[in-house]
């Protein structure tokens, strides 16, 4: 089994586009926060965290799978 270069490629623009997703997706959640409901403004925050634990999750096991080759 061989670890995929197009797979990796892929991987690590991924990063750099997640980077810049989660600075767009912070300044926005900071720029309308307060003009928001309580029950929204929780649901936001929660939904934000879960996405970004899970894609940086994605990426990390990505990395690590494909350069073990597993």
């Known amino acids: 089994v061989l670890s995929s270069l197009p797979l990796q490629v892929m991987l690590y623009f991924n990063v750099y586009y ?3 997703w989660c600075l767009a997706e912070g300044i926005m959640l900071h720029l309308k926060y307060h ?5 929204y403004q929780f649901l936001l ?4 965290l879960i ?6 999750s994605r990426l990390y096991l990505g990395y690590l799978g494909n ?3 597993k």
């Open 18 to 20: 997640f980077l810049v």
């Open 51 to 56: 996405l970004s634990l899970a894609e940086g």
């Open 67 to 69: 350069l073990q080759e």
């Open 45 to 48: 925050v929660t939904a934000f």
């Open 35 to 39: 003009l928001l409901p309580w029950h």
